[in-house]
């Protein structure tokens, strides 16, 4: 009797073991023979066991793994970046933006003129001014930094200064061309920024720092109503408020200007680089 070949033995064997399994399905081999399939059941159970041999690719699944990570990934990085716009350098800055039209208020609240209120809408300067100071620091130290902080920071610091200026000018105690000139100062110096900032940024200087401590100080000491020697104080730290809002705006000028020759120079440079 003439022996079985071991193909066709096994061809035969992996047959009656793929009907013995519910939910398998041969598959032609290259010989003809029918190579026994696996139930689906079967397949999870080797790839979580990680038996040798398994019919599931481990590139495939490897690479199906590393889709759903990348997904996952791309997902946890949105989550994180939304809930970055919640940090506390940007929940100072919208506090200082609420207490705008608070400010207002107590300011001309009962006329404008009651020592009372004008206490009370000092402290909301106060207050203002010193979140002013702490959110860039915590946003700069801890890597807090946002495009929400960077848009609503000098909005609230000129809206806060500004609502002030209006309301002492409005109420005679400060003459219009201080306020004019603060003001057109801020909004010429934002402007300025942006149309240089094709060539590079406008860095905040000391002297500018100075000038916003100066600000702030003037402006609080008129919204406080003071007399006698503190209120001529006052008129000589507001007189150097302006002369330093003059001297770093002019300041400011200069740079916009040496930093737009710079960046045209490179560019001309980088061009005549690029044709050799």
Request: proline share 5%; aromatic share 6%; with cysteine.
């Amino acid at each position: 009797m003439t022996g079985v070949p071991a193909s066709a033995a096994g061809s035969s064997a992996g047959a009656r073991n793929a009907k013995s399994v519910p939910g398998a399905v041969g598959v032609p081999g290259a010989t003809g023979a029918v190579v026994p399939s696996v139930a689906p059941g079967a397949i999870d159970s080797a790839v979580g066991s990680g038996v040798a041999g398994s019919p599931v690719d481990p590139l495939v699944s490897g690479d199906q793994e590393a889709g759903k990570g990348v997904r996952g990934g791309k997902l946890g990085a949105a989550a994180v970046n939304q809930a970055s716009l919640w940090n506390i350098a940007n929940i100072l800055t919208m506090i200082r933006l609420l207490l705008v039209p608070g400010f207002v208020a107590l300011m001309l609240a009962d006329g404008g003129y009651d020592p009372a209120w004008r206490s009370l809408a000092w402290a909301a300067f106060a207050v203002a001014m010193i979140t002013d100071i702490f959110d860039g620091h915590l946003a700069r130290t801890y890597d807090l930094v946002t495009d929400f902080g960077k848009i609503a920071d000098p909005i609230a610091d000129k809206a806060i200064m500004g609502s002030a200026l209006i309301c002492l000018s409005a109420l005679g105690d400060l003459p219009w061309w201080v306020t004019g000139v603060v003001l057109g100062r801020e909004l010429g110096i934002t402007l300025l920024r942006f149309v240089v900032i094709r060539y590079g940024v406008i860095p905040a200087s000391r002297g500018g720092k100075v000038k916003t401590l100066t600000q702030g100080v003037a402006v609080g000491m008129y919204v406080l109503a003071l007399t006698g020697p503190l209120a001529t104080l006052r008129f000589w730290v507001m007189a150097a408020a302006v002369v330093l809002t003059v001297v770093t705006g002019l300041d400011y000028v200069r740079q916009a200007i040496v930093l737009r020759k710079q960046g045209i120079a490179d560019r001309e440079a980088a061009s005549m680089e690029a044709e050799r």
